[in-house]
């Protein structure tokens, strides 16, 4: 099984594993729906594996629940066996795999009389995540699963010249004896990376001329598109070419945005931002620290450079405003991660793996998970969500804590409840810097807080009139209280033809901080005992480091 020329990595690895003897059945799984540019043509996978990869093979069987099973190449080798059961081939899942199971024991058979066996036999089963299920039972699941295993490593399987591939969209869809067996190797497909893109845009070119700019850097597009699969990018073309809208530098980032976040189904949403960490206001020792990662990362320096953050502190001090600004900040793209869990049993892990083979094409990026405390999962969540948790908490916790991801991936979570997060997600080597964003701590913090969101709304507060309002600013004012507060000023000079700091002064009467001072208190307090370093505490807050520490 000699793979061709500029074969995908994975089908290079496939075919060392079969010709070196060490594997002959391979589990395919990840980006299997896609297309591979290969000659002039763009090609589906079980083409590619049928007619390019599995070439040298006489005889070639497939098998789906859609279509039943196929003798793809070698009928007539296989005639000489099975004569008039070719024109009835079995379609439901048991029969044919012992129909496969039968000649593959014929050809056993031949071979221990002494007969030799040119054949080679390969069987590619797709979606085997409906054939034998992860959540399977019963006899039909059991029998299904004992058949696949001993073609991995039973005689007279493994002495023959006789691979299966099978082909599922997630591991864990899979019947774990089967997925996770030691005689199978899992192979996982990739997302295309920018030479592969590049070489799908250079044939969609000669096809959907119109969709392309007479002077188009296809290596510069690849680049661009990088988490993009080819399905995707084969259907732009094809309506901008009919639409004879040629494809610009100016809406790449858009049209990634859209082709991704429509491929992982609502999985992940990119986060675009055109600020830096000018716009964030205060917090200077932590800004100077960011800026100093931004340049290791930038530089290549990655010795020191943390494999992930942890911002956290009270609702409203603007942790989501941070990402966005630190975003802008290094010019790398955001994936912020939605809700991925899902009622049906196996989908929350599937889900997730998408994500991750999202995350793994893109490059450079970072990762964005909110409400941490809530979507990281535990590793132990009792029995209420039958082990859910722990399994979501286990993968997350994997892939966090795998240093190849080092300066290719930087984890941020988020929370105002640190204390809920799982210890070991916290540790060094997944999360290195926990940073508190804590509200103000004197009243010219708050009057300098409200003049720069004051600005954003046109509203015209010059220093004198923030002077005079200072010692009637309120204490303990976060980013989002603050603006409120702007918004409620600015209502009033619209409708009520109020000069700005006669509008704020009015506003400032009667004031209540939106979140109770109890509970507000209470998230510093757990928010700066989670801290890297002290400096990024404000010393008016320091008391709340000590461990009996009391609002």
Known sequence: MPAPHGAPAWANELALAYESGAHGQFILYGNVHDRIAVGAQLVGLAGYLENHLLSSFQVVLSYDLGNGLTIERGGELVEKWGGSDLKSLPREPQPALQYISRYLRYLGNLRAIGREVKENVAVILRGVDHIVPADGAGFEHGSLTSVLREWSSEAPFADLPFTSILIADNL?????????????????????????????????????????????????????????????????????????????????????????????????????????????????????????????????????????????????????????????????????????????????????????????????????????????????????????????????????????????????????????????????????????????????????????????????????????????MPLLLTPGAAEALVVKAYRRVRTESLEPRAALEACLVGYQNPVPSDVLEFQMRISIREATDLAFVPPAFHKYAEPNATP
């Open 172 to 472: 864990n869809d899979v019947e774990p004896l089967v997925a996770f067996s030691t005689h199978a190797s899992r192979i996982r497909v990739p997302l295309p990376d920018s030479a592969e893109i590049e070489r799908a845009l250079t044939l969609l070119r000669t096809h959907e001329p119109k969709a392309f700019p007479a002077d188009a850097n296809l290596a510069q597009i690849g680049a661009a598109l990088v988490g993009v699969t080819i399905s995707a990018l084969e259907s732009l073309v094809k309506v901008r070419d009919h639409s004879g809208q040629a494809l610009t530098n100016s809406d790449l980032t858009r049209i990634k945005k859209e082709l991704v976040e429509r491929d992982s189904a609502g999985l992940v949403e990119f986060i675009e931002s055109t600020r830096t960490l000018d716009a964030y206001h205060g917090q200077e020792a932590l800004k100077r620290w960011l800026r100093q990662d931004i340049k290791l990362w930038q530089a290549g320096d990655l010795k020191a450079l943390p494999m992930g953050y942890l911002l956290c502190g009270p609702v409203g001090t603007g942790k989501t405003f941070l990402v966005e600004c630190l975003a802008g900040e290094a010019g790398v793209p955001v994936v912020k991660l939605k809700n991925f869990r899902d009622r049906w049993v196996g989908s929350s892990e599937g889900n997730l793996e998408k994500i991750f083979r999202l995350i793994r094409a893109l490059g450079r990026c970072m990762v964005f998970i909110d409400e941490a405390d809530q979507t990281l999962g535990r590793r132990d969540s009792g029995s209420g969500d039958s082990g859910l948790s722990g399994r979501l908490y286990s993968m997350i916790a994997q892939e966090m804590s795998d240093s190849s991801n080092r300066g290719r991936v930087l984890w941020i979570l988020a929370s105002s409840r640190p204390d809920l997060i799982e210890v070991d997600l916290k540790r060094p080597g997944r999360v290195d810097v926990k940073v508190p964003l804590l509200p103000t701590s004197t009243h010219a913090e708050s009057a300098a807080l409200i003049g720069a969101l004051a600005k954003r709304y046109g509203l015209q507060l010059n220093d004198a009139d923030l002077t005079a309002l200072e010692s009637r």
